[in-house]
């Protein structure tokens, strides 16, 4: 798990307050890899909803994807929550990921789950 400031950093960020989010980044003496992730994260999202962009099955597979790096079960399952809210078409790689996040967070249930929602199964 990462260190309180990294979902400090992070809660700023997914409420758009980014300059909030950036000022607790820099007091972080010791950045570690939540910190970094929800730090680049919160400003990828605040520039796409600048310019208008919707997150799409590809950006959220690669947050799911270093979700999945970090073993970080409580990020995986927001993005998760996200793109069901949001309506994103679950692709292979989306649900991939998902299911590398659930399994590297040892929840083979749910990991289960997301796999059997999947409508064509292929070589991902």
């Known amino acids: 798990?990462?260190?309180?400031?990294?979902y400090v950093v992070n809660?700023?960020?997914?409420?758009?307050k980014i300059g909030c989010s950036?000022?607790?980044?820099?007091?972080?003496?010791?950045?570690n890899v939540v910190s970094w992730i929800s730090m680049i994260t919160g400003c990828v999202e605040g520039l796409m909803r600048e310019a208008l962009?919707?997150?799409?099955q590809y950006t959220l597979?690669?947050?799911m994807t270093a979700c999945g790096k970090l073993?970080?079960?409580?990020?995986?399952k927001w993005v998760h929550g996200y793109?069901?809210?949001?309506?994103?078409?679950?692709?292979?790689?989306l649900v991939m990921a998902l299911v590398d996040v659930y399994v590297k967070c040892a929840v083979i249930k749910d990991a289960g789950s997301?796999?059997?929602?999947?409508?064509?199964i292929d070589l991902v």
């Not at 607790?24 to 003496?29: A, G, N, P, S």
């Not at 962009?53 to 799409?56: D, F, K, L, M, P």
């Not at 073993?71 to 995986?76: N, S, V």
């Open 1 to 6: 798990m990462g260190s309180p400031d990294g």
């Open 11 to 16: 809660m700023y960020a997914r409420c758009g």
């Open 22 to 31: 950036h000022e607790v980044f820099d007091e972080i003496v010791d950045h």
């Open 53 to 56: 962009v919707e997150s799409n």
């Open 61 to 63: 597979g690669s947050l």
């Open 71 to 76: 073993g970080d079960l409580h990020q995986g």
């Open 83 to 93: 793109a069901i809210k949001r309506g994103i078409d679950f692709n292979s790689c």
């Open 114 to 120: 997301v796999f059997d929602e999947l409508s064509c």
